[in-house]
T-cell receptor, first 109, second 113 residues
């Protein structure tokens, strides 16, 4: 079966750095997405990785290792507004998205 | 820019009733999809449409869709069951394929009693 694993919840301090991991087992791979979802709101696109390595976009970076079936989202200089759920999704060989359950990130002052 | 608009935001149904959830996008996207989002689970794809006039399904029972034009993709619950209590998210993208981020609506919270 296809599976995406992420930690359920993480806590970090304002101004710090946090890494949210995602491991996957899917039938085929056509890229990995990260989305941010604030409570009661729509998920919004953060990043896309299809090749191994690190993609940096401002305070957010995303890393992919296809051989290990592993990705992480790195958030630097955390702000209170970063409190949200972070969703990892893999596009399989049929170009369908397989979603993880999401990681709820709590930022404390 | 409106993006993806879903209505209603909240609704309560009784078991056996039917209802249509509305979804509209103004970005001229070809690909549209419906997901349900339940606590502790990843988004689950219910139906998708690659273009106006076409639909395909992942979950065969209890739901129906139509795609008469590019903008609208309503989801119909034929005879509601408590197991369909969920948050329903509609999404669109330019096409189905790699590096096509989905644009989501804010969702419809549906409770079935």
């Amino acid at each position: 079966g296809q599976n995406i694993d992420q930690p359920t919840e993480m806590t970090a301090t304002e101004g710090a750095i946090v890494q949210i991991n995602c491991t996957y087992q899917t039938s085929g791979f056509n890229g990995l997405f990260w989305y941010q979802q604030h409570a009661g709101e729509a998920p919004t696109f953060l990043s896309y990785n299809v090749l191994d390595g690190l993609e940096e976009k401002g305070r957010f970076s995303s890393f992919l290792s296809r051989s290990k079936g592993y990705s992480y989202l790195l958030l630097k200089e955390l702000q209170m507004k970063d409190s949200a759920s972070y969703l990892c999704a893999v596009m399989d060989s049929n170009y369908q998205l397989i979603w993880g359950a999401g990681t709820k990130l709590i930022i404390k002052p | 820019n409106a993006g993806v608009t879903q209505t209603p935001k909240f609704h309560i149904l009784k078991t056996g009733q039917s209802m249509t959830l509305q979804c509209a996008q103004d970005m001229n996207h070809g690909y549209m999809s419906w997901y349900r989002q339940d606590p502790g689970m990843g988004l689950r794809l219910i139906y998708y449409s690659a273009a106006a006039g076409t639909t395909d399904k992942e979950v065969p029972n209890g739901y129906n869709v139509s795609r008469l034009n590019t903008e609208d993709f309503p989801l119909r619950l034929v005879s509601a069951a408590p197991s369909q209590t969920s948050v329903y998210l509609c999404a669109s993208s330019y096409s189905q394929g790699d590096y096509q981020p989905q644009h989501f609506g804010d969702g419809t919270r549906l409770s079935i009693l």
